[in-house]
């Protein structure tokens, strides 16, 4: 590709002739929004969490959530074992 300069007739445009600037500006507010987005998004994310944990917390003072537990589906499966006591467990 021949590259013509200002001397053989052609000039090169700025930038600023290529992208009008109201279209430059708007696309860096655009992108400004969508980074605030991200960061509220991340940040309720986050508190959100930090609530529910302290929720789960306080519905049993001193001791950990319970865990979800579900039946075997497996015909005539049995556990021998018994649960660990919570006093041995912790601490």
Partial sequence: MLI???????????????TP??????????LQRMAALGVGTSLGAWA?????????AMARPGKRPALAAEASK??????LDKPTAYADVTG
Avoid at 21 to 30: A, Y
Avoid at 48 to 56: S, V
């Fill in 74 to 79: 497996v015909e005539g499966a049995v556990v």
């Fill in 21 to 30: 600037r109201e279209v430059f500006q708007q696309r860096r507010q655009w």
């Fill in 48 to 56: 959100a969490r930090d609530a529910t944990a302290a929720m789960a």
């Fill in 4 to 18: 013509q300069t200002s001397s053989s007739g052609f000039v090169h445009p700025k930038g600023s002739d290529i």
